[in-house]
């Protein structure tokens, strides 16, 4: 692609805006690294039984569908 087919608002060329959203999808697939920590409760005895807080596995499966989405794209 040369330079005079493009508009003057396109300021990446085609292949690097493919390569930025590859970048930016790769390095979010790195989301799911945090989850480990974020799991600790469940692996407690007596998780299931107890009053604990939830929230925070809640939000590590949030951000495990995120990685995965994100490994898709």
Do not use: R
């Amino acid at each position: 692609m040369y330079s005079s087919d493009l508009n003057k608002k396109d300021k990446l060329y085609l292949p690097h805006k493919t390569a930025f959203w590859a970048g930016f999808f790769y390095i979010l697939t790195f989301v799911s690294v945090p989850t480990l920590f974020l799991y600790q409760s469940i692996h407690k005895p007596n998780y299931l039984l107890s009053n604990a807080n939830y929230n925070i596995v809640v939000f590590g499966g949030i951000l495990e569908i995120i990685g995965a989405l994100s490994g898709i794209i």
